[in-house]
């Protein structure tokens, strides 16, 4: 993946300067003006969320999802956007994607980054928002319609005052963030030309407060699949282990999984998981839905094994090299037996790159003005996977932009409602000076 490093250079060179001017801001009248409009329209901004958490979107809902779509494209364009619904070809099974775009020559270009889809399908129990006081419960109340809103409220903040107009920009609201169509080529074809355009993208998955702190998050670990089959020659397990039998399939799995623990591990952020394991004389699995099927006997040496399993890297090239390393591991075969790996690019790291920090001190500025405190830099391990790693590599970038949560995917996923304002201004404010001026 290559950068367009004349574009990036400039905008580096811009950003250097709004950085600086940041750290000594404090918010000017306009942004004053923006925040009292924020609080003022805080209840219509949980009626927004209200509204989206009621429609049923799970990813594979598609008449869920483009109802939804409906409504966020109804907000973009009353802000000036051309809304387009980009369809995916009916053998992804995949619903499609909304973009906004509301493009001004010569001005600083955004990404802003949502998902309209929910781990909640239409046959599931949890359907409805409900309040209790301060906290909102729903699917997806947290992950992510909370973050649909705070793009859309943010960027009428900015129309508020006369200052939309002083940036481009284009949002996304994906269909499949949860469950990504296949080929990914074609499934996130659309969002990663967006980040080759944009100088800026922006995630508004959930945001992270702990320990009294607002937290940054300008790196995310990636998320690939591996899978591996091991065969061995079957025969009557009195003979196993001689020169005629070999070790069998399953001793063969079981050292090349323990060597994976023993000489791979250890790196800091990398992880990686064996699934599910399936091992006997018939042996069959659905890589598709994670299920597989199992037989054999006790008195009988295995001739298959199938492993299923993810890795999570922070960097590109921390990747290869652990594919590399269970590569090696796993062609040195015991006696009678071989094993074959393979690997499947799913969602890329988001690196902490120099450019990411530079918007970190922007953010963490804003977050003092607000009052807050500065933000540090979130453990890249301590979030899973999203859609702005497919952005990361062309864009400086930053994530967990949303409101603050808990208990995503599952039935008691909650938002606090009274991060719903802090986040708003915190993007509305980081837009703002973002504007040459």
């Not at 390393?325 to 062609?331: C, D, L, T």
Request: aromatic letters at 8%; hydrophobic letters at 40%.
């Amino acid at each position: 993946m290559i950068r367009h490093y004349t574009t990036h250079f400039l905008a580096a060179l811009a950003l250097i300067a709004a950085s600086n001017a940041a750290l000594t801001a404090e918010p000017s009248a306009d942004e004053q003006r923006m925040m009292a409009w924020i609080d003022a329209n805080t209840e219509a901004s949980i009626d927004l969320l209200e509204e989206t958490v009621n429609i049923s979107s799970g990813t594979l809902n598609h008449e869920g999802i483009r109802k939804l779509g409906d409504v966020m494209a109804r907000e973009l364009e009353a802000l000036g956007f051309e809304a387009e619904w980009i369809d995916m070809p009916d053998e992804m099974q995949r619903a499609g994607h909304l973009f906004g775009r509301r493009y001004k020559d010569g001005k600083k270009r955004v990404l802003m980054i949502g998902h309209l889809d929910t781990v909640f399908e239409a046959d599931d129990g949890f359907q409805s928002f409900r309040r209790d006081g301060d906290t909102a419960y729903g699917p997806g109340v947290e992950d992510m319609k909370s973050g649909n809103v705070v793009i859309v409220y943010a960027l009428r903040a900015l129309q508020e005052i006369g200052a939309l107009d002083e940036l481009s920009i284009t949002v996304a609201y994906t269909g499949d963030e949860e469950y990504a169509g296949s080929p990914l080529t074609i499934s996130k074809h659309d969002l990663i030309e967006a980040g080759k355009w944009a100088d800026i993208s922006l995630g508004f998955e959930g945001g992270i407060s702990y320990d009294n702190q607002d937290w940054a998050t300008i790196s995310r670990r990636s998320s690939s699949n591996w899978h591996m089959e091991v065969s061995g020659k079957q025969a009557h397990s009195s003979r196993i282990f001689n020169d005629q039998t070999g070790h069998g399939a399953i001793f063969e799995a079981a050292r090349i999984l323990y060597q994976f623990d023993d000489q791979v591990r250890g790196e800091e952020y990398l992880t990686f998981n064996a699934g599910t394991i399936q091992g006997g004389t018939d042996v069959t699995y659905d890589f598709e839905n994670n299920r597989g099927t199992t037989f054999g006997k006790t008195n009988v040496v295995p001739n298959k094994v199938i492993v299923h399993g993810d890795i999570r890297t922070i960097s590109q090239a921390q990747l290869e090299r652990t594919r590399d390393a269970m590569r090696k591991i796993v062609a040195d075969n015991l006696p009678l037996t071989e094993a074959h790996i393979e690997f499947e690019d799913r969602y890329p790291p988001m690196e902490p790159t120099e450019g990411n920090r530079r918007l970190h001190r922007i953010l963490s500025e804003v977050n003092e003005d607000l009052g807050r405190g500065a933000m540090p830099i979130l453990d890249p391990s301590r979030r899973g996977a999203a859609d702005i790693s497919f952005v990361a590599p062309y864009s400086d970038s930053l994530a967990g932009l949303g409101a603050v949560g808990d208990g995503g995917h599952t039935p008691n996923e909650s938002l606090d409602l009274t991060s719903m304002p802090v986040a708003i201004k915190r993007t509305a404010l980081f837009l703002y000076r973002l504007i040459p001026r």
